[in-house]
T-cell receptor, first 116, second 115 residues
């Protein structure tokens, strides 16, 4: 089974500044991946970024990047140049393959508020 | 449509009433998942379909919960004799292929309130 820990219930960041959202995970899988999703107040989970455990370089998607440290089982999301529209809940998730369904195990999330 | 569509967006049910929640996945997506998201929590897995086959229902909290996907596209999550603890947002997600670490696309969810 997996366990995902997001230790920051809420974060504030000034517009145009960078922010790091923490995520640590515990998995028994040898090969695994890690997803970050954004959930605005509308409710939809929006995919942001993914990295596989055997990827050599940290993933980057536009203003989003992953700071993946396998030895520490940490995969922090870095958002550069924050925008007001970045205010939302952010969830870290790892696929669980034990039942063959690749269901996602989510953390409890971090609420990010961008201040103008 | 282009994305995953869920209906209704909001549902208020009296305790003991049966409800049915619908999910229209992205056309051609083989995998379909249902998740339950309680207030202030991350989504938790309920059940998984590969086409019309329900391969994993380990997350369904009780035998009052039932899901189907008879033709391998639209799926319905049914909750019988609703209880207050069933109040949550129910999210549906689909992905193109089975296995691996492919991106799952989520709908906007159905917010169920049991009164």
């Amino acid at each position: 089974a997996q366990k995902i820990t997001q230790t920051q219930p809420g974060m504030f960041v000034q517009e145009k500044e960078a922010v790091t959202l923490d995520c640590t995970y515990d998995t028994s899988d040898q090969s695994y991946g890690l997803f970050w999703y954004k959930q605005p107040s509308s409710g939809e989970m929006i995919f942001l970024i993914y990295q596989g455990s055997y990827d050599e370089q940290n993933a980057t998607e536009g203003r989003y990047s992953l700071n993946f440290q396998k030895a520490r089982k940490s995969a922090n999301l870095v958002i550069s140049a924050s925008q007001l529209g970045d205010s939302a809940m952010y969830f870290c998730a790892v696929p669980y393959s034990g039942a063959g369904s690749y269901q996602l195990t989510f953390g409890k999330g971090t609420k990010l508020s961008v201040i103008p | 449509g282009a994305g995953v569509s869920q209906s209704p967006r909001y549902k208020v049910a009296k305790r003991g009433q049966d409800v049915a929640l619908r999910c229209d996945p992205i056309s051609g997506h083989v995998s379909l998942f249902w998740y339950q998201q309680a207030l202030g929590q991350g989504p938790e897995f309920l059940t998984y379909f590969q086409n019309e086959a329900q391969l994993d229902k380990s997350g369904l909290p009780s035998d009052r919960f039932f899901a189907e996907r008879p033709e391998g596209s639209v799926s319905t999550l049914k909750i019988q004799r609703t209880q207050q603890e069933d109040s949550a947002v129910y999210l549906c997600a689909s992905s193109l292929i089975t296995g691996g670490y492919t991106e799952a696309f989520f709908g906007q969810g159905t917010r169920l309130t049991v009164v």
